[in-house]
């Protein structure tokens, strides 16, 4: 938590500072919190704000899940919520001048369970414990979209500078359709700078629209994830300041590319010397990691891909992985072995959707890589271009089968703990359930009429 002269101080730089936006993560990687007044802000910084509970297992709607055991019949009590440390800073993208801080939640002076980042702080632990430190960095693929929808339109590109986009056009790395949303891309660095998140390159990516920033490498797991969340924050609302919107829905577009979180990291001892590189190539307890991360893939896709939608991205020859399979430096792989240099031997981590919430991917990846070091796993043979052999397992492919599988993992029992296992499915199942319930337009076009 922050002391009041901390407080104090950033108040006594911005004496313009009308509003704190205090927020917590949810289970969906949703940011949910209170504005708070300015003459108000420090109490809640050294005092902490109370919030229910409960706001760490809403669904995907906001609703409250009652399976997930934090609401109804409980009384739905409050936790109290304090700062993470380095987050307090300033909004640049209101009109009027505000301040945001992202929130932990503790429980009878304790860190709260159902709190993600205490999820990936858990596994963290492990690795402190093992005298190990990951060292990570996540890219981020988003589309920006026009702000105008409609039931037949519910999404398409932005105009540019010359017109109305296709959503057929492909512009991989294109310079000038950078240049065409400048204004977008200077208010992100701009507000990224302000709070300290560590942004670095920016690229057009293969849909219209498409774009993808990356962060950069940090010897804090934990910090890498509020970056990400953060990050994600930064551009949906530099987007709506500049009057459009953006998106990190896996696959916004049904014939155009996804949108992923690819996860790349490394892992150092107490030295700080990179235990993945080798004399010559990768270590073996890099491709022990790699052997954990493909043992607990397919039980670990529920967190992965954890929206119907996430599914529509995972399809072959979409750089977006169908089976558990690595390669050296091969993107059609789940799993990319990066030997460059010694100091940048990683692995990248190309499963998860940019849909995701950053802390439990980040728990998931490492506590299988720490699996796979503490049981010596082989990865077996990588793949060359997109041949995948028979003995790869294939990934789950639909939203169900996932969960049923997660829902039954001793490896996500471990990794998030068994409250937080059961936590997690009760959201997700609540979310499932309703979307079987509603029939889609698809469904009406091929069948109203003709069966």
Sequence with gaps: MLNAEEALEFFDKNP???????????VNGVPRGKW?????????????????????????????VNGAGLAEGTGDPDGLCFPVPGTLSRVTWLS????????????????????????????LERYKAAGLT?????????????????????VRPPNTREGRWHTGQTQVLSISELQDFEEVFYGISAAARAQNVPAD???????????????????????????AVLLKRIVKSVARANDLDATFMAKPYGTQAGSGMHVHFSVLDQAGRN?????????????????????NMGESMAVFAPHQN????????????????????????????????????????????????????LAMILSAALAGMKEKLSP????????????????????????????????????????????????????????????????????????
């Design 36 to 64: 708070i007044p300015r003459e108000r802000a420090i109490d809640v910084l050294t005092k902490g704000m109370a919030m229910p509970r409960s706001v760490y297992a809403l669904d995907v709607w906001g609703r409250d």
């Design 96 to 123: 009027r001048p505000t301040a945001q801080v992202l929130l932990q939640m503790q429980v009878n002076g304790e860190p709260f369970y159902a709190d993600p980042r205490r999820v990936l702080a858990n596994v």
């Design 380 to 451: 077996g043979g990588a793949i060359t271009g997109d041949d995948h052999a028979v003995n790869h397992e294939p990934l789950p492919t639909n939203w169900d089968y996932a969960l049923q599988r997660f829902s039954r993992s001793s490896f996500a029992y471990a990794a998030l703990g068994p409250k937080y296992r059961g936590l997690y499915t009760a959201c997700k199942q609540q979310e499932l359930s309703e979307f079987s319930l509603r029939v889609t337009d698809v469904e009406y076009d091929a069948y109203i009429r003709t069966v």
């Design 16 to 26: 313009d500072i009308e509003v704190l936006e205090a927020f917590v993560i949810d």
């Design 310 to 361: 996430s599914y529509r991205r995972l399809r072959p020859s979409e750089h977006a992985p169908t089976y558990a399979s690595w390669g050296f430096d091969n993107r059609s792989a789940a799993v990319r072995v990066i030997t460059a240099s010694k100091p940048a031997t990683r692995i990248e981590h190309r499963v998860a959707g940019a849909d995701t919430n950053p802390y439990l991917v």
């Design 275 to 295: 235990i993945y590189a080798g004399e010559e190539g990768p270590s073996e307890r890099l491709m022990h990691s790699v052997g954990g991360l493909l043992e």
């Design 201 to 227: 390159t920016t690229l057009r990516e293969n849909g219209p629209g498409q774009y993808e920033i990356n962060l950069n490498h940090v010897p804090d797991a934990l910090a890498a994830a509020d970056y």
């Design 134 to 154: 990951p060292v990570v960095a996540t890219e981020l693929e988003f589309y920006l979209i026009d702000p105008v929808r409609s039931a037949l339109d519910p």
